[in-house]
């Protein structure tokens, strides 16, 4: 039996693929991969996040997307996806300009101005949002990167200077200071309260 090798897309083919679903894939080494659906409880925490940022009135809602946008990001080591959806992006304004029909800030687009990753369970995932996610994110150049930990109930805040992420932690009520939203008002208990 002979067995076929799956089709290798560029950037741009993938970016024109259409398969009529609402699959979301991740480019790694051009094949597509699909990527599994979001936990409730972090499609919890990022909708809670969402809401909180709006009535914080950091940037305006529709600067605000959770799970929708897909950055596209440097592949820095082999089996590096060429794209990642963060479970939550705050856009610059020119962003909404320049996206066109798809939500996908490409490479010679500026970053956005934060994204956010809550941590799913297991070793890999953990992996991913603290290390290689964290590499390609610095990469990009995205100023700030939230890793939001529900098993450690802790939320990581990372800002870049000049080439690396400098983390700062907050737990329980610890006020979450970020160096792009400077007034926000917000606790690290604030995203982990599932009882709302």
Same mark, same amino acid.
């Given at each position: @039996?002979?067995?076929? %090798? ?9 970016? +024109?693929?259409?398969?009529? #679903? ?5 480019? *790694?080494?051009? !094949? ?25 009135? *950091? ?19 082999? +089996? ?7 479970? $939550?992006?705050? &856009? ?6 320049? @996206?066109?029909?798809? $939500? #996908?800030?490409?490479?010679? @687009?500026?970053?956005?101005? &934060?994204?956010? !990753? ?7 995932? =953990?992996?991913?949002?603290? #290390? ?7 990469? =990009? ?10 098993? %450690?109930? &802790?939320?990581?805040? $990372?800002?870049?200077? !000049? ?16 160096? #792009? ?8 208990? %604030? ?6």
């Amino acid at each position: @039996m002979l067995q076929t %090798q799956p089709r290798k897309f560029t950037f741009s083919e993938y970016l +024109k693929y259409e398969d009529n #679903t609402d699959n979301r894939y991740q480019l *790694i080494e051009g !094949e597509l991969v699909p990527l599994p659906p979001e936990s409730p409880e972090n499609d919890f925490i990022a909708q809670e996040l969402f809401w909180l940022l709006a009535i914080a009135r *950091i940037a305006p809602r529709q600067l605000i997307k959770p799970h929708t946008c897909e950055v596209q990001v440097p592949v820095i080591r082999a +089996k590096d996806p060429a794209n990642r959806y963060p479970d $939550l992006v705050v &856009l610059a304004e020119e962003h909404l300009t320049l @996206m066109g029909k798809r $939500l #996908t800030i490409l490479l010679d @687009m500026s970053p956005p101005q &934060l994204v956010v !990753e809550v941590v799913s369970p297991g070793k890999v995932n =953990r992996e991913n949002d603290y #290390t290689y996610k964290r590499a390609q994110y610095a990469a =990009r150049g995205i100023p700030e990167y939230w890793i939001i930990d529900p098993q %450690q109930q &802790l939320v990581a805040v $990372l800002q870049l200077q !000049e080439d690396r992420y400098i983390e700062s932690q907050f737990r329980g009520s610890d006020r979450i200071l970020s160096p #792009t939203f400077p007034d926000l008002e917000l606790s690290a208990q %604030q995203l982990f309260d599932l009882s709302r």
